[in-house]
């Protein structure tokens, strides 16, 4: 069966303290691999998009890589305003233009 | 300014009555998508549209119903066979070509049952 699973579930970080997310995947044909921010009571907010093995993407304190059966999302020197859920979501051949989401990994930067 | 608008922010639903959240996109994307979220899980499909006049249903859309009459608009109505509405719903919308098929999402609506 075709799933999309992140761990941990939950992340408490002292600001300053470097970490890394992952996003676990069971899908034929990958397509693309999608991150996204979301803050409570908002939707979601795109940062990344991964299309192959080996590809990287850094956005200021964000850097996301992907290997052929995971993608990790390391957070460099975070601060508070980072704290967030973080979804990852993939696209592949089964599922046309659609996508499956992870559960997320909430994200909590303390000062 | 572009994006994706949703309305209202809040809806409260009655037993028995049917509800419209509203999805407006200025973005002149193709696909538009309704999703639902739920504490602890990920996003479910709800229905989703690649064009105009026509639309698939998700994995969970049972007991929901959406119209594309328009390219800039796909609203959602919660039926009364849906019985357990109260969750977090997301509206997103892509340019609909597989090569930079981002999506991208609205500020969402909590509905909640009275």
């Not at chain 2, 998700?58 to 959406?66: C, L, R």
């Amino acid at each position: 069966e075709d799933q999309v699973t992140q761990s941990p579930e939950a992340l408490r970080l002292q600001e300053g303290e470097s970490s890394s997310l992952n996003c676990s995947y069971t899908v034929s044909g990958l397509r693309g691999l999608f991150w996204y921010r979301q803050d409570p009571g908002k939707g979601p907010e795109f940062l990344f998009t991964l299309y192959s093995a080996g590809e990287e993407k850094e956005k200021e304190r964000l850097k996301a890589t992907l290997t052929k059966k995971e993608s990790f999302l390391h957070i460099t020197a975070p601060k508070p305003e980072d704290s967030a859920t973080y979804l990852c979501a993939v696209q592949a051949r089964n599922y046309g233009q659609n996508f499956v989401f992870g559960p997320g990994t909430r994200l909590s930067v303390l000062p | 300014d572009g994006g994706i608008t949703q309305s209202p922010k809040y809806l409260f639903r009655k037993e028995g009555q049917n509800v419209t959240l509203s999805c407006e996109q200025n973005l002149n994307h193709d696909a538009m998508y309704w999703y639902r979220q739920d504490p602890g899980q990920g996003l479910r499909l709800i229905y989703y549209s690649q064009i105009v006049n026509d639309f698939q249903k998700g994995d969970i859309a049972e007991g929901y119903s959406v119209s594309r009459e328009k390219k800039e608009s796909f609203p959602l109505t919660v039926t009364s066979a849906q019985k357990n509405p109260t969750a977090f719903y997301l509206c997103a919308s892509s340019i609909g070509r597989l090569a930079k098929n981002i999506q991208y999402f609205g500020a969402g609506t909590r509905l909640s049952v009275l």
